[in-house]
């Protein structure tokens, strides 16, 4: 395992409409809540239906500059669903090889 579940937001940050970014040699992700807005002070029962969305793409830009596909994948809104996240991205890790910058 190279990405750590203790790197990420605890679940209820991502309420806020707020994304984690991170990197892992050359694969770059995102993980927040979709649709991402800030839904925090919202009640609980006239939220509409939300996700975790967790996207990787080939660095080095980030994320709204980049041209490169973006694979994405949804998991549940819950405790559960922000780990099944976190290994996803973490097997999307796995072999990803050293980051190269753009005028090497």
Known sequence: MVIER???YHLD???????FYGSFRSVYYRLGVE???????IPVDEREP???RAYV?????????TNEEKSFRDFPYTE???EEA?????SQCEDAPP??????
Do not use: C, Q
């Not at 940050?13 to 994304?19: I, V």
């Not at 976190?86 to 973490?90: E, H, K, Q, T």
């Not at 980051?99 to 090497?104: C, H, N, Q, V």
């Open 86 to 90: 976190v290994r996803w991205i973490d």
């Open 13 to 19: 940050h991502y309420e806020y409409g707020e994304a």
């Open 57 to 65: 793409w080939k660095g080095p830009k980030a994320f709204s500059t």
């Open 35 to 41: 649709p991402l807005k800030n839904m925090h002070w």
């Open 50 to 52: 939300h996700t975790l």
């Open 99 to 104: 980051l190269k910058l753009m005028d090497e």
């Open 80 to 82: 559960e669903g922000l």
């Open 6 to 8: 203790s790197w990420f």
